[in-house]
Structure formats: C-alpha cells, structure tokens
C-alpha cells in the first residue's frame, strides 16, 4: 500500500513536471471566471441603460472615488473638450446614438463604474453584468478604448456631472 | 507478489510517461529532425519568439519580418514596390515615397537589411536596406516598423554593394555593381574601359532622427563593386569593398570578368575623406535624385529632388583609398567582431582569403605597393595576407561571426556552411545546406557583439523541400542551432521572395518600443477630421474631397450626395480609434486603387473617379467588430449636368 503512495506521488510529479506551466495557467484561469460571473443572476425586465445601480463600482482600476460637493469647472469644461475629442463618434450628450447618452448617468451609476466603463471597456464588457447587459441592448456595438488616462476620464466625469 | 507486479506495471507506466513527455531522450529517432530539434524552435502558442528576423524580399522589393526559432513570418513590410494590402505606393500619402529621377517606380530588387548600431552593437532603430535596380537605400523605423524615407542614389547603377552601417551609424553605405558613365551620357558601349566609372556613396545618419544625407560619392575605377562591410572596432574609420571585373569587360562578363588571377578589395578610410571633405574638398558636380520622407504626425511623405552631390576623386586625397589582392572575384567581404580580419570570399576561388587589417597598415606605412591603378596604390597580396582556409568547399560567398572566434562561411556550388576558426584557419564543421545556399545570418553576425546561437542561411534552390506550387517553388530559409562544436539544422521555413541578406535582433531590444497607435492629438494631416464634428464634403471645381471619419462600427458621414461623374473625389478617412489593433480599412465599388488599411489615429486618403451614374456603396475591409458587416455607406453619383447640391450625413432618416 504505502509502495502504492510513493508510485502515485511519482506519477504526480512526473505529470506536473510534463506540463506544469500550462496547469498553472489554467486552473488560475478556471477560478477567476465563475467568482466574477456569479455577483448577481438578473431577472428584471428594466433596460440595462435605465437600470439604476448605485452600489456596483464595476471592475476596473478605480475602486474608490469621492466626488466633492460642489462641481469644478474648469475641470468640467477640460472635459467637455476630451469628451468631444474622443466620445462624439458615439456618443451625443442628450440622446441615444451608437451608445447611450452620457446625460443622467450621474443618477444611475457609480463615479467609479463610469470611470471604470471610459478606461477598460474590454475589462468591464468581461466581467461587469451591466456592461454586458449594455453591450447587448446596444447591438453588439463594442465601446471603444480611447485609451484616456485617469486624470482625462475623470475630467469626463466631471463634465457629466453638469449634464 | 501482488505487489512486484503493481510495481512493475507502475514502472512500465513511467516508462511509458517518458516516452511521451520526450521522445528525444528516449535512444533513436525518427527521419532528419529528432525531436530535440523540433523542441527548439517550437515556440508554444502565445509565447514570444526569441529574435526577429528581417529577411530581404529579393525580387519582391520588401523586407519580411520573422521570428526566430519559429520562422513565423509576422508581417511584410512594404518597401520599394507597391503593396495593396496596406495601400503603399496607392494611397496618395505613400505615393512620392517611391517617386524618382525616373518618375515613380513601383517595384525593385531588394538586397541587404542591416541594423543600426551604437558602440559597434545592435541599437535596434531602424533596419535599412537597398534597392538595387534603381538605385535608393530606404530606412525602415523600428518603433512603427513602416518605411519612412528613401534616398535615390545618383551615378550609380546595380546598387550592390550597400547598405552597410558603421560602429556608430554614421554613415550606410551605397555603391555601385554596374560602372556607367559619369554623369550619364551618350557613348559608345566600346569605350567602357577607362571611361566608364563606379561610385561609392557615404550617406550621413542623423543620429538623432535618422534622416538621411548623401555626403560624399568616391569616384572609382569602372569595376564592379560587388559587396561592402565596414571597419569594426580597430578598423572602425575604414570601410572594405570587394570588386570584380578588373579587367573592365562590357560584355560577356561570365567569361571576360573572370581572366584576372586577382580582383581587389578596396580598403576606403571613409574618416580621412570626411576630414577632407569638411575642409572643403571634393567638387559639387549637377546631377538630380529624389529624397522622400515619410513624417509620422501628418502621415504623409514629400519627395525633394536634390540637384548636386559632392563628388571626390580618391587621386586628390592621398591615403585615403588602397586596393588589396583577392583571388578570383571575390563576392562577400566580412569584418569579424575585433576589426582584425577581412574576409574576401573568391567565389571562383578554392580558398577563402583572410587579410588582416594590422599587416594593411602596417604595408601602407612602409610603402610596400605593388603597383597602381587608376593612381590608387595596390598592396601586395603577401603583404596583407592573415592566412586561407584551405580548400573549404566550393563558391565560398558570405562569412558571417559567432563572437566566439569562429566564423562561418557559406558554399554556393557545393551547397553547405562551413564552420571554421580565426586564426588557425581550420575547418571545424561542415553541414548540408538545401540547396545552393547564398547569404547566411547570425543576429549581430556583422557587429562587434554577435548573439551566437542561431545561423539562418538563405537558398537560392529549394526543388524538392517542400510541397511543388507548379513550376515556380518557394523560396526558403534554414536555421541551424550553432551553440554546440557541430552545428545542427533546426528547421526549413519558406520567405517571401528571394532571400538576400538578413538582419537579426533579439527581441528584447526591440519589442517594448514598438508603437501601439498613433495619437490622435498629434495628427497634422491636412485632410484630417479628429472629431465627428469636423467631417465635411467640400467641392472645389470637380474635385471633392470628403473628410471623413471610422470608429467601430460606422463611417461618418456615411451617406453622400451631390457627386457627379467626370468628379475626382478624394476620400480622406481618418480612424478615431485610439486603442491597440483596431485599424479600420475602407474600399469604394470601381476605385481604380487598393484599399485603405488606416491604423488607429491616422489618416490616409484614397482617390476615385466616378465614372457611372448611380447610388454606389463603400465598406470596411478589416473585420473590427460584431457590426463589421454594418460599416459600410453610400455615395449618390448624379449626371455631370445634375445641380444636385453637396450634402452629407450620418444617422439621419
């Protein structure tokens, strides 16, 4: 019996020294998915795009964002620059285009699932229901990575809140 | 009892686990490759190969990008002849790049790709390479990895000998294989000898940008210049040409080239000239050439044509130029990584010839010339030989170093590389190549730092390697692992074109700064709209030009009125997109051109001539999203006599 162990412990190790890296790799992946999958199963009927969440940060590089009282202008209108320069191709302030309009965006989400949705798309489309839920109601119609820097996506933020 | 079998059965098992895990171990394999060669240059899917490769295209006028120990090809960089795919030469931005004396050309003959350096090492920034027909040297940025500007090289014809660069970069080389008149002009074909003239070029780098300059030409003999390298490290300062035709024959070369027992290698100290130079030397003699330039912010070349160049007469600088014996017209001339040893590869000659630099000084110090030609004093052959490898094989062509004191020559006729060592002369290794192998490459084989452990020879033959395409087979390279005493071959793998020379680089070098997108903010061509509000249609006469945008998934405007046949529109479209691989293309039905295939952040412009009434559609050719199949629009092509206004429009009903 015990011979039995050693052997089985050989065969272990000689399998994990066959492909080990390839393993890793994969049960890493293999855990990842369902924890992210699994936050919340949705059944309501309400639009992704008037869904209000005030809770879900998304997933993405900002995890905490205080917004200050009151709004900073120049910041606001620095954005309103950015947003036109990278966002109007798909995007107008008070109506739905290609995507949904930025306006009330305040009252629906939070300031990091905004920032979170402007900086990785990819990322959130993966790995955020809403973004997903979004991706769909919008025909499949990928939002772009504009590839701003944190400082510019929350410039956009700002502005958004003068909407 | 029970349990010997268990562990008998336990062991046939790990047997047999061995086996499977590798096979190369495991006693005898099967056909040419064992699996330890397959384990090499198997690079798992997902990973990064080791090196890049950048193989001359031959006769399809571009430089090929592979990497190394897959041979993977990664992508063709256009170069001296027109490629659809990506619009060069189609679009009217890439257009003047291949603009010449002669008008624009659409195609050459590219040779040699060779990487900058710095200090006599690989820096990694730009890879240049020459076209030979009509004669230009192009460089090649590493950061984009697009060609960004091309020099045409005056009173040159067959550029051969090029394009070769010093330790620091500061000079490429050109020269010339064919000597015609200089400057050009009616003669009798008769008169060649003692008339007809070879030019050797030094182009100046700017070490910052890289923009190229032509210095100096060297007015030579009418030889033919046939291969170059520069000086490394002692013999930095000097540049090595091999000739043949000495006997400045004008027809029937095949045999009236080859009656000298000896041809030369002209030794240049290039430093000496540019002292001269810079004192004001050499004469400004007319002439014309086209300089292009490719300018990454407005995404757009402009061609120069330059009306004079330096002209320098190697009688007026004494000292500067000496030619040195070689059997039998010698073809490559290689310097090995110390600057020490100058090998000339006589490719009618059984021996390769070795000449050491220190002997050349020495002889010209002391004076010990055998003669002259044309004013250039000749050294005796004795005087700067280092030594021979004896009888080798057959057609020695190209020599190329591992940085460990062995070099590595190959055999044209009788089809091989030969491993031999500097300094004792003798042969350590030999090994079939498939077949009629012409260069070979070892990544930094040229520099003072070699990266020893790959060999890549380039044949000229492939007949029966690979699966028969009708009469015309690929064309193909073989990787050999050179770290052991014996070389072993790893792997054959098809090129795209004939392969001349190629340059390698380890990937690290080179990969983390290759650029990912163009920024938008940056974009300075005219034709640009940078946000959807700046599209626009705007006639001038019956020229249109349509300023128009992409972003997944849709064209703004994508709807068009007020085009009329006998119209020239232009299509200026610029991609919004600003993030990693999303470039969009675009094609409109009948345009007499290639498609656009825009990276994000750019602007290209195709031009079509509306020649039929109708509502006619246009499309993305790049697959960029789900709605791909929805990006596409229509322009409204109206009578000549029509007085349809201009308007345009995106998401209108």
């Known amino acids: 019996m015990k011979t039995l162990k050693t052997l089985s412990l050989f065969f272990a190790l000689l399998i994990f020294s066959c492909g080990s890296e390839e393993t890793k790799k994969e049960s890493s992946k293999v855990k990842l998915k369902p924890t992210e999958k699994k936050v919340e199963a949705k059944t309501t009927t309400t639009k992704a795009s008037e869904t209000i969440d005030l809770t879900n940060k998304g997933v993405g590089p900002i995890s905490t964002l205080e917004l200050p009282e009151t709004i900073d202008q120049a910041m606001a209108t620095q954005g309103a620059e950015i947003y036109k320069k990278m966002c109007t191709a798909c995007h107008k302030a008070d109506k739905k285009f290609i995507g949904p309009a930025p306006k009330g965006i305040m009252e629906r989400r939070t300031p990091e699932w905004i920032m979170n949705i402007i900086l990785d798309p990819e990322g959130m489309v993966k790995n955020d229901h809403l973004a997903k839920a979004l991706l769909i109601e919008f025909n499949g119609s990928p939002m772009a990575n504009q590839n701003l820097t944190q400082e510019e996506a929350r410039a956009v933020l700002e502005y958004f809140r003068t909407l | ?653």
């Open chain 2, 1 to 653: 009892m029970k349990n010997i079998i268990k562990i008998s059965i336990g062991f046939l098992m790990v047997m047999i686990a061995f086996t499977s895990c590798n096979n190369g171990n495991s006693s005898q394999s099967n056909g040419a490759l064992s699996s330890s060669a397959a384990e090499k240059v198997y690079v798992a899917p997902g990973e990064h190969d080791e090196f890049y490769a950048f193989v001359s295209g031959g006769f399809s006028g571009q430089l090929a990008v592979y990497g190394l120990p897959s041979g993977r090809l990664f992508k063709v960089i256009p170069v001296f002849s027109v490629d659809a795919e990506k619009a060069w030469g189609f679009n009217e931005e890439t257009k003047p790049m291949l603009n010449t004396s002669h008008g624009f050309i659409p195609w050459d003959d590219s040779h040699h790709p060779d990487i900058s350096q710095t200090n006599g090492e690989l820096d990694g920034r730009w890879v240049f390479i020459n076209g030979n027909n009509t004669p230009r040297i192009a460089k090649i940025d590493l950061t984009t990895f697009e060609t960004t500007e091309i020099i045409e090289i005056p009173n040159t014809a067959g550029n051969h000998s090029s394009s070769y660069v010093t330790d620091n970069t500061e000079y490429v080389i050109a020269g010339t294989r064919f000597s015609v008149p200089v400057p050009q002009r009616d003669m009798s074909i008769k008169e060649y000898k003692g008339n007809f003239k070879g030019t050797l070029s030094f182009i100046k780098v700017d070490p910052e940008d890289g923009g190229m300059e032509i210095k100096f030409q060297l007015l030579m003999p009418g030889f033919d210049y046939d291969k170059a390298h520069p000086g490394r490290g002692k013999s930095h300062g000097w540049f090595f040409y091999t000739t043949y035709n000495t006997e400045e024959a004008h027809t029937l070369l095949e045999v009236n080239a080859s009656q000298n027992d000896k041809d030369f290698i002209a030794a240049v100290n290039w430093k000496k000239i540019e002292e001269y130079v810079n004192n004001g030397g050499g004469k400004m003699m007319p002439t014309n050439y086209a300089h292009n330039v490719y300018d990454d912010k407005t995404h757009s070349a402009t061609s120069t044509m330059i009306k004079e160049v330096l002209m320098v007469d190697p009688a007026e600088v004494p000292g500067a130029v000496y030619f040195l014996p070689t059997p039998k017209s010698p073809h490559g001339c290689d310097v090995d990584p110390t600057g020490e040893y100058i090998v000339g590869s006589g490719k009618l000659s059984a021996n390769v010839t070795v000449h050491s630099f220190t002997k050349m000084l020495d002889a010209i110090e002391n004076e010990k010339f055998a003669g002259k030609a044309y004013g250039i004093p000749i050294l005796n052959f004795e005087d700067v030989l280092a030594g021979s490898v004896e009888q080798p094989g057959l057609g020695p062509l190209h020599t190329e170093f591992d940085g460990k004191g062995n070099a590595y020559t190959t055999f044209f006729i009788s089809s091989e590389v030969v491993k031999w060592k500097l300094g004792t002369w003798e042969v350590l290794d030999r090994k079939p190549t498939y077949y009629s192998v012409g260069h070979l490459m070892i990544p930094g084989g040229n520099s003072q730092k070699p990266f020893g452990k790959y060999l890549l020879a380039m044949n000229k033959i492939t007949k029966d390697r690979y699966l028969p395409t009708g009469p015309e087979v690929t064309q193909s390279a073989q990787l050999y692992d050179i770290t052991g005493d014996k070389m072993e071959l790893l792997l054959d793998f098809p090129t795209v074109g004939e392969p001349h020379y190629a340059a390698g680089i380890p990937a690290d070098l080179i990969k983390s700064k290759s650029k990912k997108l163009f920024n938008l903010e940056e974009n300075e061509h005219p034709y640009a709209a940078k946000t959807p509000s700046e599209t626009k249609v705007v006639r001038t006469g019956n020229e249109v030009h349509i300023y128009m945008t992409m972003i997944r998934s849709h064209f703004a405007p994508d709807n068009i009125e007020g085009v009329k046949v006998g119209d020239k529109v232009y299509f200026h479209v610029t991609n919004l997109e600003q993030d990693y691989d999303v470039p969009h293309g675009v094609a409109m039905i009948g345009a007499q051109t290639s498609e656009l295939l825009i990276m994000p952040g750019q602007t290209e412009t195709f031009v079509w001539y509306p020649k039929q009434v109708g509502v006619w559609p246009f499309y993305c050719t790049d697959f960029c999203s789900a709605l791909h199949q929805e990006m596409q629009g229509y322009v409204r092509v109206s009578p000549k006599s029509s007085n349809i206004e201009l308007s345009w429009s995106l998401g209108e009903d």
